[in-house]
């Protein structure tokens, strides 16, 4: 009886808790490389040169 209130007091490691659930492991796949992907982008758009002046007055016009 003792040996089951042991196992039951005994918490379960942070790790192994969501390397059990396969839909976390999942979300955190997509949700990582979603943001990492998205950062990469913003990256990306700030380093583009300004556009020329005469370019943008021939898009508007």
């Known amino acids: ?3 089951d ?7 379960t490691p942070f790790g192994r808790m ?14 990582i490389y979603a943001i990492f992907y998205l950062l990469w982008g913003v990256m990306e758009l ?12 021939n898009l508007l016009n």
Do not use: A, R
């Open 18 to 31: 969501i390397m059990d659930d396969f839909m976390l492991l999942l979300f955190l796949g997509v949700t």
């Open 46 to 57: 700030s380093n583009l040169p300004p556009i020329p002046e005469e370019v943008k007055q």
């Open 5 to 11: 209130q042991q196992q039951e007091n005994k918490k």
């Open 1 to 3: 009886m003792e040996n």
